[in-house]
């Protein structure tokens, strides 16, 4: 493995000649926005995305939106939802210490003595650590007690009045780690849903010739219940729906092959359903179709728990024929989230392929009456 000119990554650990720009994904990774404050990672996508669509918007719910016209063909809406799970600041103690209100779905086993960055209302980052009031030392019973997120607290190493001088209630915290390489693989906080962002400017980057309208859509607030998405949708009338995601591999021990949902390599996955949608069998063989012709690697996907943007796309105004392009990914909700290089490369090709192709079964989607 070497990096290659403007920061691409080439690896021959791997079958196939594969890259990836990651300068971009780390960048993408690695700048803060938790659901309902995206401002910072919203300005970088929209920097990233004008060079690649014919117009770039903003909608009242911070969604950027980016249109590339067609010529006659289906409108087809691409959704990444751009939020991060994080948390906002709930309270500072007389000593300075930062209680926490998460936002998104975390798990206390996670977080504690991790570090954090605190995005004050000043402009200033605060590098924190990320504790709870446990003792060193303790015995057997008090370590084998779960740790609760209400249990959680910050110390910045700063007094109250210094803290309050940067810091209010609201404030967003996220977690300070960078995105690397390992292996054939890529780490880092936030590929849920950093990743799917990254997937959707590059396959964007990679098209040819196509007749569909696309709506490349980089959602809000999609941790706290898929909220920009169904607004977007809702505004902009898709025929079709496609939400990119990441989803669940548990291909590491301790679990049977019948409950990994996914594993790393095998290549991007095909959702049939979630708890937030039933993919639209058609579209899903349209995918199946599409992968198969183009000897692009795929799995598919069946998600017991969880949902993705395509649940608020397909409930929008009369109904839209949705499904959802996932990208495997260990360790989700954590500061290690692990993605394949190759699966990123096949979810890559399978969405500039589907896009390229959509006018050709625009009308296949609907049900006769």
Same mark, same amino acid.
């Given at each position: 493995?070497?990096?290659?000119?403007?920061?691409?990554?080439?690896?021959? %650990?791997?079958?196939?000649?594969?890259?990836?720009?990651?300068?971009?994904?780390?960048?993408?990774?690695?700048?803060?926005?938790?659901?309902?404050?995206?401002?910072?990672?919203?300005?970088?996508?929209?920097?990233?995305?004008?060079?690649?669509?014919?117009?770039?918007?903003?909608?009242?719910?911070?969604?950027?939106?980016?249109?590339?016209?067609?010529?006659?063909?289906?409108?087809?809406?691409?959704?990444?939802?751009?939020?991060?799970?994080?948390?906002?600041?709930?309270?500072?103690?007389?000593?300075?210490?930062?209680?926490?209100?998460?936002?998104?779905?975390?798990?206390?086993?996670?977080?504690?003595? %991790?570090?954090?960055?605190?995005?004050?209302?000043?402009?200033?980052?605060?590098?924190?650590?990320?504790?709870?009031?446990?003792?060193?030392?303790?015995?057997?019973?008090?370590?084998?007690?779960?740790?609760?997120?209400?249990?959680?607290?910050?110390?910045?190493?700063?007094?109250?009045?210094?803290?309050?001088?940067?810091?209010?209630?609201?404030?967003?915290?996220?977690?300070?780690?960078?995105?690397?390489?390992?292996?054939?693989?890529?780490?880092?906080?936030?590929?849920?849903?950093?990743?799917?962002?990254?997937?959707?400017?590059?396959?964007?980057?990679?098209?040819?010739?196509?007749?569909?309208?696309?709506?490349?859509?980089?959602?809000?607030?999609?941790?706290?219940?898929?909220?920009?998405?169904?607004?977007?949708?809702?505004?902009?009338?898709?025929?079709?729906?496609?939400?990119?995601?990441?989803?669940?591999?548990?291909?590491?021990?301790?679990?049977?092959?019948?409950?990994?949902?996914?594993?790393?390599?095998?290549?991007?996955?095909?959702?049939?359903?979630?708890?937030?949608?039933?993919?639209?069998?058609?579209?899903?063989?349209?995918?199946?179709?599409?992968?198969?012709?183009?000897?692009?690697?795929? %799995?598919?996907?069946?998600?017991?728990?969880?949902?993705?943007?395509?649940?608020?796309?397909?409930?929008?105004?009369?109904?839209?024929?949705?499904?959802?392009?996932?990208?495997?990914?260990?360790?989700?909700?954590?500061?290690?989230?692990?993605?394949?290089?190759?699966?990123?490369?096949?979810?890559?090709?399978?969405?500039?392929?589907?896009?390229?192709?959509?006018?050709?079964?625009?009308?296949?989607?609907?049900?006769?009456?």
């Amino acid at each position: 493995m070497f990096i290659g000119e403007k920061g691409t990554i080439i690896t021959d %650990q791997l079958e196939g000649a594969l890259t990836v720009n990651f300068d971009l994904l780390k960048r993408l990774c690695e700048t803060p926005g938790v659901p309902g404050r995206e401002e910072a990672i919203r300005k970088v996508i929209i920097e990233e995305m004008r060079s690649l669509v014919d117009e770039v918007a903003v909608d009242a719910m911070g969604n950027v939106i980016g249109t590339r016209r067609g010529c006659g063909g289906a409108r087809v809406m691409v959704a990444a939802h751009m939020d991060e799970i994080g948390f906002v600041v709930r309270h500072i103690d007389d000593k300075g210490f930062i209680k926490l209100q998460p936002v998104g779905g975390f798990d206390a086993r996670n977080l504690v003595a %991790q570090r954090v960055h605190v995005h004050g209302f000043t402009g200033d980052r605060l590098l924190g650590v990320l504790q709870t009031n446990a003792k060193p030392g303790a015995g057997a019973e008090d370590r084998d007690k779960a740790a609760k997120l209400s249990d959680l607290f910050v110390d910045v190493g700063m007094t109250s009045e210094n803290v309050k001088h940067k810091v209010e209630i609201g404030d967003p915290v996220t977690l300070a780690r960078t995105a690397e390489i390992v292996g054939g693989n890529v780490i880092s906080k936030s590929l849920d849903n950093r990743l799917s962002v990254f997937v959707m400017l590059e396959a964007l980057r990679a098209m040819g010739a196509h007749q569909c309208e696309i709506f490349a859509v980089a959602t809000t607030q999609e941790e706290v219940g898929l909220r920009g998405a169904g607004a977007a949708a809702f505004h902009l009338q898709p025929d079709i729906g496609i939400a990119l995601d990441i989803t669940l591999a548990l291909d590491y021990p301790g679990g049977s092959e019948a409950e990994q949902v996914t594993k790393l390599g095998g290549g991007t996955a095909i959702k049939i359903l979630d708890n937030s949608l039933l993919c639209h069998p058609k579209l899903v063989r349209h995918l199946r179709d599409l992968a198969d012709e183009n000897d692009i690697p795929y %799995q598919l996907e069946i998600l017991s728990a969880g949902g993705t943007d395509a649940g608020a796309i397909q409930r929008s105004r009369g109904g839209v024929p949705s499904c959802t392009l996932s990208t495997p990914c260990r360790y989700v909700h954590t500061v290690n989230e692990m993605a394949s290089i190759s699966d990123i490369d096949a979810s890559i090709s399978l969405l500039r392929e589907f896009l390229e192709d959509a006018h050709r079964r625009r009308h296949d989607y609907a049900d006769e009456a």
